[in-house]
């Protein structure tokens, strides 16, 4: 019955299925933009252009996720967890933590023309799409990157998912 919805105004939440809705977060929470969500495990992160902030309980309390002073602009955020998370900024680089925004590492991604879609499925498993139609993934946290079987068209990659997979899949 729990209902988010993520905008320009904040986020606000529903516990009626959407008959009603009341703000969350505290009075500075709710003066930050937002335009995406993203599930990662069992948390829910929101972000805009520079803003991100995470919900460990289903939207009713919020914790902002610092940046990183490098990050200017965030283009995609994809996170597998409420701790580790990626970013692809607007200069096209692509920047990871592992404890929630302390700490963010720039992440060599060679090989690739620009980020155009994420998706990890857990801490250490990832993949990324570019504007040539390639698909690149790790499986090491960033560390490497294989590039998959690439589609015929460039731009033929638009979104990017992958679904989570149970421990020890492959």
Same mark, same amino acid.
């Given at each position: $019955?729990?209902?988010?919805?993520?905008?320009?105004?904040?986020?606000?939440?529903?516990?009626?299925?959407?008959?009603?809705?009341?703000?969350? &977060?505290?009075? $500075?929470?709710?003066?930050?933009?937002?335009?995406?969500?993203?599930?990662?495990?069992?948390?829910?992160?929101?972000?805009?252009?520079?803003?991100?902030?995470?919900?460990?309980?289903?939207?009713?309390?919020?914790?902002?996720?610092?940046? &990183?002073?490098?990050?200017?602009?965030?283009?995609?955020?994809?996170? =597998?967890? =409420?701790?580790?998370?990626?970013?692809?900024? &607007?200069?096209?680089?692509?920047?990871?933590?592992?404890?929630?925004?302390?700490?963010?590492?720039?992440?060599?991604?060679?090989?690739?023309?620009?980020?155009?879609?994420?998706?990890?499925?857990?801490?250490?498993?990832?993949?990324? %799409?570019?504007?040539?139609? %390639?698909?690149?993934?790790?499986?090491?946290?960033?560390?490497?990157?294989?590039?998959? %079987?690439?589609?015929?068209?460039?731009?033929?990659?638009?979104?990017?998912?992958?679904?989570?997979?149970?421990?020890? =899949?492959?």
């Amino acid at each position: $019955k729990t209902l988010l919805l993520i905008g320009s105004k904040g986020v606000r939440r529903s516990e009626d299925a959407g008959i009603s809705f009341k703000q969350t &977060g505290t009075s $500075k929470f709710r003066k930050l933009k937002f335009s995406r969500v993203d599930k990662a495990g069992s948390a829910i992160v929101v972000y805009g252009s520079s803003n991100v902030a995470v919900s460990k309980s289903d939207g009713k309390n919020w914790s902002t996720i610092k940046r &990183g002073k490098k990050i200017k602009t965030i283009k995609f955020l994809d996170f =597998a967890d =409420a701790k580790s998370g990626w970013i692809a900024d &607007g200069n096209g680089e692509l920047w990871s933590t592992t404890n929630a925004g302390k700490k963010w590492t720039r992440i060599d991604t060679t090989g690739l023309t620009s980020i155009r879609s994420m998706s990890r499925t857990d801490s250490k498993r990832g993949y990324l %799409s570019d504007g040539s139609g %390639s698909v690149f993934a790790t499986d090491d946290g960033g560390k490497t990157w294989s590039q998959q %079987s690439p589609f015929l068209h460039k731009n033929a990659v638009n979104t990017l998912i992958a679904p989570l997979r149970a421990k020890g =899949a492959i």
